[in-house]
């Protein structure tokens, strides 16, 4: 057999492949190799610049997929006047017969010795290969790590990719790895996280119903992300490297460093700069390098609050500048980690720098002699000692303490390691004002920094930074022996999603939310080793005083709660809390483990039918729901009642399942009428069919749509739709005669260039007054009136001889859904579900509330007391809907009985009671050729006047008028 050999590329670190085994007697196939990290520059530049091999994959599924790897080399010369070294950039990308590929990325840069800190481990070869039909995956140089076979089921019917799972012998050599927390597990748990994880698609958003069981592939995914965040805080890291400590768990107040500062003082203004700042503390004054020439300096006297004359610049033995080559220490310059810049000069040889992203502060140091650099950890004598000698620093409290302007946070740079929201305290917050520069001054009593604008206010042609300076006091404190974990508490007990009530005014809202967990432990069957816990999640966040939307939410929280469980199953729901009030009717939401099991149901609501799902477990605690059989006949004892606490019971149900669609529509932008992943186990789509047209029963509505419920299928047998159906024919009433037979009978009388708007928004472009249809010609200054019972258009007239007659009303109805509503002299917040319909008066206007569907409305009435009470919500009464209707320029209303409705995405309005009984009816006024839009009836209600456009070009836009019958 002759193989071909590859000679002269570097080590052995290239890409290979082997030729394609020729029969059962050969070794077995060696497949593609993603090459090791080089060591050396010298090794990198050696390699090729382009560089692609395959090897070809039988899976036995009626074709040979190639598994490919690729990999480029980039090599930059050497810029010595900008002391920038050559680099070479790696990219290596292995692609896989189920269309996924992952990709690395190297960069080894030529400098000279001792100039950097000694590289990480490199990043190991990575090998795939196809043997007996099985594709075969290994990470080669880490001893931990086993090798990961996959096994193909199928492809795929869209894709034309194949499909895998893990193999069960994969599975015994993953589970050990799985259950440790060492260093050598952890690397493992790195290099198949960045495989698996980013890698090999797992299917974890796919149903795909032929397949017997849950996916591995998803199963390892999710374990590996398990096993790392296990091991990282096994190691004493902290997986919210990012999150204040008292935001994580507010209960940690009592570990929080006693911070204070003094009211803030703006001794200048400085125009942005991207050099540095020179802005540094010498002699107990905060001194400023002059912009204008850079070689003198100005300083300030914080006790005595004046400004000294302009010296020659002098910054002191104790600054701390990093050039071009990196920072100078001893007689070589060394570059920084990751590029972060110094934050303190410990001595000639040592430097303190800060990590952010690992909240972590490290010494880079240089050995007497050529021996590389070394990062250490800091002592705490050497930080008291540098900051005294320093030009000032971000270091506070004798060096234990470091601030972070960019997140408005301070950390304590040794450990144990924690981060505290930065509270300026009293009136005297910074809000969202961005800061930057800050430095303390030696002896730690004065902070100086350089406050921006907020980014709503920036204007880039005048943007200066303001200069200002406050006092700094950190009162006694002793760092606990180990912090509280942040961790969430581990019940053994029921979660439980708590009421959304108000329970205290959150942060301000340009810092973080506050966030409240609650963990439970879950036996669904898995592996004892690979452990289970649900979780849930309270964040409170405060209205946005700079958006429109929001400015009138004073006092206002928004609450968003989360339950995730194993399976990728999440529960949403969001709410607007206020003191002492409650804005939605759910009850506390229950989650409670039992073997196999997971059940939720709602406090509060006697009769609640608990939503139980039964666990289907894959490997490596791979979780496919199912309904539990215990549910649905629960739903089904339900609904054979009529009676109130059944419907009030089916209800809660119903808005239940909703927040896993929720969850669902946030996850995967879907529509809310695409079902989530509940509705569709058993037959509970069916049910929230038959618990909407349940409530329609009994509160009176009656679109058409519930005219059309399916009843076929095993699903409709079982909840007996079809006598739902007939009891809804039966009780949904016709239209009255007065409104029958419509279609046709409209007068095309102009044309128009837009659909115009109409009362009650604010300028109307179509109104009625004096018994005419006015319309604003394009101008905006002079209308044209239509007479209906000339049945013709009289003369253009300016627009303030004949205007709208209720110009006042207009005034408070300028109003978008979701935003403030002005009414009463005040900004009323209102829902995106209430539509604004007629105003009523200057205290009161009727809405469409339309949260229970867009074709079954509830009308009610926001009213404004005179004093200064709450916002009271009311039915309308028949005498105030006539009376605005008959003194209106136009309106939704006809006879005071009946409101106009235009639901979303329907092409005719429809015509709905406007008090108890509800009950809506299409009206339907043209052909399918056209779209009905901007129906408006007359004071009188004689005449409905609209506007048609056709649905083929050209698509023109006609003015309609329809004589109404007389009232009966």
């Avoid at 980690?337 to 990590?355: H, I, M």
């Avoid at 971000?394 to 234990?400: A, D």
């Avoid at 990728?568 to 804005?583: E, P, Q, T, W």
């Avoid at 406090?603 to 477990?617: I, Q, S, Y």
Wanted: glycine share 8%.
């Amino acid at each position: 057999m002759h193989f071909r050999t590859v000679r002269g590329w570097c080590l052995g670190l290239l890409l290979t492949v082997s030729a394609t085994r020729a029969s059962a007697a050969e070794p077995p196939s060696q497949g593609v190799v993603l090459a090791a990290e080089p060591r050396t520059f010298a090794e990198a530049k050696a390699l090729p610049p382009k560089l692609t091999e395959s090897a070809a994959c039988d899976l036995g599924l009626g074709k040979t997929p190639d598994l490919i790897v690729s990999q480029t080399v980039d090599v930059t010369q050497a810029l010595p006047d900008f002391c920038r070294p050559a680099e070479a950039v790696i990219t290596q990308k292995l692609s896989l017969p189920d269309g996924s590929h992952v990709e690395r990325r190297f960069r080894v840069v030529d400098d000279a010795p001792g100039t950097q800190l000694p590289p990480p481990p490199p990043r190991p070869r990575i090998r795939a290969r196809c043997e007996a039909r099985r594709l075969e995956l290994s990470v080669e140089g880490v001893p931990e790590s086993p090798s990961l076979t996959l096994e193909p089921i199928g492809i795929g019917v869209t894709s034309g990719s194949v499909k895998f799972r893990v193999s069960r012998d994969s599975e015994a050599r993953f589970l050990p790895l799985l259950a440790r927390d060492d260093a050598g597990a952890r690397r493992a748990l790195e290099e198949w996280d960045f495989l698996v994880g980013k890698g090999v698609p797992s299917r974890m958003y796919v149903r795909d119903a032929n397949l017997p069981e849950a996916d591995s592939v998803a199963g390892l995914a999710a374990a590996l992300e398990r096993a790392r965040s296990r091991a990282t805080l096994a190691a004493g890291e902290d997986v919210e490297q990012y999150s204040p400590r008292d935001v994580l768990a507010p209960d940690l107040e009592g570990d929080r460093p006693p911070l204070k500062t003094g009211a803030p003082e703006t001794i200048g203004e400085v125009q942005p700069s991207e050099s540095d700042s020179d802005l540094f503390w010498r002699q107990g004054r905060l001194c400023v390098v002059q912009q204008d020439t850079g070689k003198r300096m100005r300083c300030y006297d914080p006790m005595a609050r004046r400004w000294g004359k302009a010296v020659p610049v002098d910054r002191g033995d104790g600054s701390l500048r990093m050039g071009r080559c990196g920072v100078p220490l001893g007689t070589r310059n060394v570059r920084p980690p990751g590029g972060f810049p110094p934050e303190l000069r410990l001595s000639s040889r040592a430097v303190l720098f800060w990590t952010g992203g690992v909240h972590g502060a490290q010494v880079m140091e240089v050995p007497d002699g050529d021996g590389p650099p070394r990062l250490r950890a800091p002592e705490a004598e050497e930080l008291k000692k540098a900051m005294l000698a320093s030009t000032g620093s971000r270091l506070f409290g004798e060096g234990r303490f470091i601030l972070d302007e960019d997140r408005k946070q301070f950390c304590s740079v040794r450990k144990p390691l924690g981060c505290w929201s930065l509270r300026w305290g009293g009136q005297e917050d910074e809000g969202a004002n961005q800061l930057s520069e800050a430095r303390v001054s030696p002896d730690g009593r004065w902070i100086a920094y350089l406050r921006d604008a907020p980014p709503s206010k920036v204007d880039s042609d005048e943007r200066t930074l303001s200069l200002v300076v406050r006092s700094l006091e950190l009162g006694p404190y002793v760092a606990p022996r180990v912090l509280a974990s942040t961790e969430a508490p581990l019940a053994r007990t029921d979660v439980v999603m708590p009421k959304p009530v108000w329970d205290g005014p959150a942060l301000k809202w340009d810092d973080n939310d506050r966030l409240d967990r609650a963990r439970i432990s879950c036996d669904l069957g898995q592996d004892p080793r690979i452990p289970f816990e649900m979780e849930t999640q309270r964040i409170v966040s405060p209205y946005d005083p700079l958006s429109p939307a929001d400015n009138c939410h004073g006092g206002w929280v928004k609450l968003r709660q989360e339950l995730t469980a194993p399976g990728n199953l999440k529960f949403v729901r969001y709410a607007n809390a206020i003191a002492g009030d409650s804005r939605l009717p759910e009850g506390d939401v229950k989650v409670r483990c039992q073997p196999g099991r997971m059940s939720l149901w709602m406090e509060g609501v006697p009769g609640f039918p608990a939503l139980t799902l039964a666990a289907n477990m894959g490997a490596f605690g791979a979780v496919r729901w199912a309904l539990a059989p215990e549910t649905e006949a629960r739903l089904q004892a339900l609904l054979a009642r009529d009676d109130a606490p059944a419907r009030e019971a089916l209800e809660a149900f119903a808005r239940l399942v909703k927040m896993n669609e929720a969850a669902r529509e946030a996850a995967y932008g879907k529509t809310p009428n695409e079902d989530g992943r509940i509705s569709r186990m058993g037959c509970v789509s069916t049910a929230l069919e038959a618990i909407a047209a349940r409530r329609a029963l009994a509160d009176g509505v009656h679109p058409e749509l519930h005219g059309s419920l399916k009843t076929d299928g095993g699903c409709a047998e079982r909840y007996g739709m079809r006598a739902l159906q007939q009891r809804l024919q039966a009780a949904t009433l016709p239209p009255p005669p007065r409104f029958r037979g419509l279609k046709g009978r409209a007068e095309v009388i102009g044309r128009v260039e837009s659909v115009p708007s109409i009362p009650p928004e604010r300028g109307p472009q179509l109104y009625w007054r004096d018994g005419t249809l006015c319309q604003v010609q394009p101008d905006g200054a002079q209308v044209r009136c239509y007479d209906p019972a000339a049945r013709k258009w009289g003369p253009l007239v300016n627009k303030q001889d004949r205007p709208f007659p209720r110009e006042d009303l207009l005034q408070k109805s300028e109003y978008h859904p979701g935003a403030c509503y002005p009414m009463g002299g005040r900004s009323v917040p209102v829902s995106e579900q209430l539509r604004d319909v007629l105003p009523l008066s200057p205290r009161a206007s009727l809405f469409a509330d339309t949260s229970r569907g867009e074709l079954a409305p509830e009308f009610k009435v926001l009213e404004v007391p005179k004093d200064a009470g709450p916002v009271r919500t009311r039915a309308p009464t028949a005498e105030e809907l006539v009376l605005a209707a008959r003194a209106g320029g136009g309106s939704a209303l006809l006879e005071g009985r009946f409101l106009l409705h235009a639901p979303k995405n329907e092409r005719s309005p429809w015509l709905c009671t406007a008090v108890r009984p509800w009950r809506c009816w299409s009206l339907d006024l043209e052909s399918e050729a056209y779209a009905v839009f901007a129906a408006m009836a007359s004071p009188d209600g004689r005449w409905l006047s609209y506007v048609r456009i056709a649905r083929q070009k050209p698509y023109i836009e006609e003015l309609m008028l329809l004589p109404l019958p007389p009232i009966p």
